[in-house]
């Protein structure tokens, strides 16, 4: 990856990257649950929008195949307090993590996101079984930040440094310890 030992095509060309690698950037996101039936996840890296509706049935393989996509396809239920988010029809040239993680366009995510106090973690389980011979999990905890807003990304541009932004060189650390992921 940064040694230029795996290409990386989505973060060379400014394309869009795929759950859970899209929860792992330094960059702000926020949720909103407009329009009535879906829940909006607006990512400030690459403007990636994630429009999750609500209570619809998500493609089969068969039918997603015809249309892989970078970000996939999701449909999203409440369970309590708890959203649910499955999503499929991920096409194969993205990666799982920043380390170069494949996946196939077997692929499906689960994600379990609720609000515990003044964060929001999600819970992202992996199963694609034509690479790992079991489901795994990996899990995002954010921090509400209401003094961080959204700004423009633009592919080629400078980008703002995130690295005095509070908390960011703290959980760049831990991941580089292992203790994050």
Not at 2 to 8: C, L, M, N, Q
Not at 130 to 140: I, N
Not at 141 to 167: M, P
Request: hydrophobic content about 35%; some cysteine; charged content about 20%.
């Amino acid at each position: 990856m940064r040694d230029g030992s795996i290409a990386d095509p989505v973060r060379q060309l400014c394309l869009l990257d795929g759950v859970p690698r899209v929860l792992s950037t330094p960059y702000p996101f926020e949720v909103f649950q407009l329009p009535l039936g879906q829940v909006t996840f607006v990512h400030e890296l690459n403007n990636q929008v994630r429009a999750i509706p609500l209570d619809q049935p998500l493609p089969t393989y068969d039918q997603s195949v015809v249309n892989l996509t970078y970000g996939g396809y999701s449909s999203g239920h409440y369970d309590g307090n708890a959203l649910i988010i499955q999503s499929n029809g991920f096409n194969d040239q993205t990666f799982l993590d920043a380390s170069g993680l494949p996946h196939s366009d077997r692929l499906v995510t689960t994600e379990r996101v609720r609000k515990i106090g003044n964060q929001l973690e999600d819970v992202v389980t992996i199963h694609d079984p034509a690479l790992y011979t079991k489901d795994w999990q990996t899990r995002f905890v954010y921090q509400q930040r209401n003094d961080i807003r959204l700004q423009d990304y633009a592919c080629g541009d400078q980008h703002r440094d995130l690295s005095q932004v509070k908390g960011v060189a703290e959980v760049r650390a831990a991941r580089a310890q292992g203790r994050f992921p």
